[in-house]
């Protein structure tokens, strides 16, 4: 086939999802074009040694890359981020009908941030076939709390859902969502996300791992990326303050809500809560198996139940046990494939009792559960699975005489 993809983001930038995705489709003999802006993720501005400009192109065998100008959201504001959605749609809706020329299929990384895109280059391209991939469906977030453009955006992706032919939502309770929002129920189907496997396989710990994240004996309970407004991470220092003498919880990362977490850690005197500076992804397996678990933390917000985050693949495909603090989907994907322990959001006391069971558990049985956990990654979220279902929708809906 002749595939097109749009996406807001695309390597360099840490989107490995449409990422590996151009590449295997390519690696499968397809021809690919991905129509994206010039990296500035996350920081917000363009990244060293790039400079936006009209005409750059990549090329590989069977894979181009095409990169549109568009306003970088320096200072993260609501009003900056809508101004750098709508410039790449403008841009995308420029170069989209004679790029994407005689292209089979459109596939579409579907974020807030591309619905005005979407929604322009759909129009010009009229029936070009096109399947979705929804991986956010809360505008209000996007849009930075600005009502009046949370309500364009939602409009936008709408109309979107209305065009599609086919839509893959990476959440079971997301599918309930889309429809909601305008997505034909039979169109929709489920696709959970893969992560980087080059980076997270299972690794044997190293004596720096070890001395870094480990004191003693101690079962440690590792949570690992953004401390941010979705986590709740006060209620994982709080469980773990109730043991100071049972468990360690250690901190990997930074974000937003880092100095209010590390105050209160100082205010319960949390001397088994430990932070850690934030590290390169490469070194994050290496650190998983120096853990004993591996913490998934969301908080009781309607928008995360049909979440399942990352860091849950990245730990499952290491092997890690998980201990999840989480409701919808994450809690019953983790029991279901009985990696792990899971308790209700936004509550110490609950989450304690897990640190608790979690310590006691034998070490080979906490192996156990990261073997049953990896099984299930590579069965259900894998690259190879998931790029082989978007591949089926992708033939299911390309234009006639195409050969699936």
Not at 197 to 214: D, G, K, N, Y
Not at 332 to 346: D, F, M, N, T
Request: charged share 25%.
């Amino acid at each position: 086939m002749k595939i097109g993809i749009l996406s807001y983001h695309f390597p360099p930038e840490p989107a490995f999802i449409p990422g590996s995705l151009a590449e295997e489709l390519a690696a499968r003999g397809h021809e690919v074009r991905v129509l994206t802006g010039f990296p500035d993720y996350p920081g917000g501005q363009v990244y060293p040694g790039w400079r936006q400009r009209w005409r750059y192109e990549t090329r590989s065998e069977r894979l181009t890359v095409r990169r549109v100008p568009r306003y970088s959201a320096g200072d993260g504001s609501g009003r900056a981020r809508m101004t750098s959605y709508l410039s790449f749609a403008g841009s995308a809706s420029l170069v989209a009908r004679r790029f994407f020329a005689g292209v089979d299929v459109l596939y579409v990384f579907q974020l807030p941030a591309t619905s005005f895109a979407a929604a322009g280059v759909l129009r010009l391209l009229g029936r070009v076939p096109t399947v979705l991939h929804v991986q956010d469906l809360w505008p209000e977030e996007a849009a930075g709390g600005d009502a009046r453009w949370a309500a364009r955006l939602g409009s936008a992706t709408s109309r979107v859902f209305r065009a599609a032919d086919r839509i893959a939502v990476v959440a079971p309770s997301m599918r309930d969502l889309a429809v909601a929002a305008g997505a034909d129920p039979a169109k929709v189907s489920v696709v959970l996300n893969w992560t980087d496997e080059r980076i997270f396989q299972p690794a044997r710990p190293s004596p720096a791992a070890r001395r870094l994240v480990r004191r003693d004996d101690r079962c440690v309970v590792m949570h690992a990326g953004t401390m941010g407004a979705r986590h709740g991470l006060e209620t994982a220092v709080r469980a773990a303050a109730a043991l100071d003498r049972t468990m360690d919880l250690v901190l990997v990362g930074s974000g937003a809500d880092e100095r209010r977490v590390r105050g209160l850690a100082a205010e319960l005197r949390a001397d088994n809560v430990r932070f850690v500076q934030r590290r390169s992804p490469v070194d994050m397996p290496d650190l998983y198996a120096a853990a004993d678990y591996q913490l998934v933390m969301l908080r009781d917000l309607p928008e995360l139940r049909g979440t399942v985050p990352g860091k849950l693949q990245a730990a499952l495909s290491c092997a890690a046990p998980v201990v999840a603090s989480a409701g919808g989907d994450t809690a019953e994907l983790v029991e279901r494939a009985r990696a792990g322990l899971s308790c209700p959001p936004e509550d110490w006391a609950s989450l304690a009792d897990r640190f608790w069971l979690a310590a006691t558990i034998p070490p080979p049985a906490r192996t156990e559960m990261g073997r049953r956990g990896r099984e299930a990654y590579l069965r259900e979220m894998s690259q190879f699975a998931g790029v082989d279902r978007i591949e089926r929708m992708l033939h299911d809906v390309a234009r006639p005489g195409v050969v699936g």
